[in-house]
């Protein structure tokens, strides 16, 4: 049995679960979000929790199992309290501006990059920080690594987008 899988899920009191057909759908007060299951894998509520398990012991159904349950436990997680990444740009003139629902950056290019904003997330930018949240936790890890990979953090100086808690190995420069 799957260590993740087979531990039970309990539904908050401000979350609404729905299965239907395999269709989940989670809401709360962060939003509302779904996921197509396999049909190779059983989810039900008893009392208020939720219990996912697999109907045979093949390597399929297996590797299904626990990322299902974690599936799930992610989006009650995401609706009650969402998810944040926050990223720190570093360099002289580097910064980045909120335009509406359009994330404006100027990372030292000839030009400014304007990144729309997907919907469900929000970003909060002060010139050198940027903080995004979201309920979806895919979306916001994927929005984090698209806005840090315009200008990675370079080993010499550390100048780029670098996640907050992120150690860049530095290396020494030129030799006279």
């Known amino acids: 049995m799957s260590r993740i899988g087979k531990n039970p899920i309990s539904i908050p009191d401000k979350v609404e679960f729905n299965n239907q057909n395999n269709v989940l759908s989670v809401s ?3 939003g509302e979000l779904q996921f197509t299951a396999s049909n190779k894998i059983n ?7 939720i219990e996912v398990s697999r109907i045979n012991d093949s390597k399929e159904h297996k590797s299904l199992h626990g990322t299902t349950r974690q599936m799930i436990y992610n989006m ?8 944040k990444k926050d990223l720190v740009i570093i360099g002289v003139g580097y910064q980045a501006t909120m335009d509406g629902k359009r994330l404006k950056l100027q990372l030292g290019f000839s030009h400014d990059i ?5 919907i469900g997330i929000n970003i909060t930018a002060n010139r050198t920080t940027l903080s995004i949240e979201g309920a979806d ?3 916001v890890g994927s929005v984090a690594a698209k806005i840090r990979s315009f200008r990675k953090p370079e080993p010499y100086k550390g100048k780029g987008i670098r996640y ?6 530095r290396k020494e420069g030129k030799k006279k």
């Open 28 to 30: 709360g007060p962060k």
């Open 43 to 49: 989810i039900s509520v008893v009392d208020d929790k």
């Open 76 to 83: 009650i997680i995401g609706v009650t309290d969402g998810f």
């Open 114 to 118: 304007i990144f729309e904003l997907p």
């Open 137 to 139: 936790k895919q979306l």
């Open 164 to 169: 907050e808690n992120e150690h860049i190995l």
